[in-house]
């Protein structure tokens, strides 16, 4: 089992920056890729940003340019830097475990609230 834990949201004005970070746990082998979700109001869930061993990513359309997905392997930690934020990035923003060889490997995270409002 993996274990993913998020934290860093919070309340920012337009134009601000945050950045959230989600922390892995357990049998973090089974796992290859992590990726960044969120949920506005009312919408679907929908993919922010991901990234696969080795360095790969992919970011949503929305995002691109403004968000960066990173990771840290010693700390068994997936960052999102956000910058430029708007109000439409509001959202629960979640952290996936997966692997991309096997369905058998997804893990959630609980989710962290990100809130832009002036």
């Known amino acids: 089992q993996v274990q993913l834990v998020e934290s860093g949201g919070g309340l920012v004005q337009p134009g601000g920056s945050l950045t959230l970070s989600c922390a892995a746990s357990?049998?973090?082998?089974?796992?290859?890729?992590m990726g960044w979700y969120r949920r506005a109001p009312g919408k679907e869930r929908e993919l922010v940003a991901d990234?696969?061993?080795?360095?790969?990513?992919n970011y949503a359309a929305s995002v691109k340019g403004r968000f960066t997905i990173s990771r840290d392997n010693a700390k068994n930690t997936v960052y999102l830097r956000m910058n430029s934020l708007k109000p439409e990035d509001t959202g629960v923003y979640s952290c996936k475990g997966y692997s991309t060889w096997s369905r058998e490997f997804i893990y959630w995270g609980q989710g962290t609230q990100v809130t832009v409002s002036s």
């Open positions: 990234i696969i061993s080795g360095g790969f990513t």
């Open positions: 357990g049998s973090i082998s089974s796992i290859n890729a």
